[in-house]
């Protein structure tokens, strides 16, 4: 079912020195800096030959990465995204294999543009997972 | 300087039902488990389209990852790989960047047969990253 990984997404506080990291001691190629209100993040791509990684920063009061940030002083990875073909499709399977869809269970239009689904870390090795249709 | 992910690396208490989550629930190939002893860890890797998740369980007495799996009960994500082409080349640019390579900062012979690194958490956004020459 899962198909390419789309990204690992990494949350950090501050946004320049993360994006320093990558740039320059790192070596690697960056997006522009997107703050996405609708999100609670401001988000940088790094473009690797078959990935992504996404650097999250919080952005606003009300944040979804300001208690990971709390617990993780220094940042750390937040969640890892599969692409699927059919999120709805996806979404009836795990359901019927027990697993637990975080939210209503109804997908939304994430950071990309496209359906996501966050799924319980409990259920899936203590990782937050993303589904998004590809 | 970093190419392509080589690979997430999750690391379980159990590595059968973490198998089960991901070919049974995510619906994803799976190679078949080896004991690593030299490296104190089982692994099976999880073969997605452009890259791979690595789930990693303790073996042995003193696996590098049992301290982890006392902090993180449901197991998480571990380590993240960078391919780069020359590693001594990488560990002297990220020394002389001010980074820190942990152990001897000599190359070891990786998991997959190949020269890698470990960099240390704290100088790249909270994240355990191993580089591992292509």
Same sequence: chains 1, 2.
Avoid: W
């Amino acid at each position: 079912m899962i198909g390419r990984l789309n990204h690992v997404a990494i949350a950090v506080r501050d946004l320049e020195s993360a994006c320093a990291v990558y740039r320059d001691t790192l070596g690697a190629r960056l997006s522009p800096a997107v703050p996405q209100p609708e999100h609670g993040v401001t988000t940088v791509f790094i473009e690797l030959p078959n990935t992504k990684i996404e650097l999250l920063a919080p952005l606003g009061a009300d944040s979804p990465i300001a208690r990971f940030l709390e617990r993780n002083a220094d940042g750390g990875i937040h969640h890892i995204c599969y692409e699927v073909d059919d999120i709805l499709a996806a979404r009836d399977r795990l359901v019927e294999k027990g697993a637990r869809v975080l939210g209503s269970g109804e997908p939304k239009i994430g950071a990309h543009g496209k359906p996501v689904l966050f799924l319980h870390p409990k259920d899936f090795c203590g990782t937050l997972v993303e589904l998004e249709q590809a």
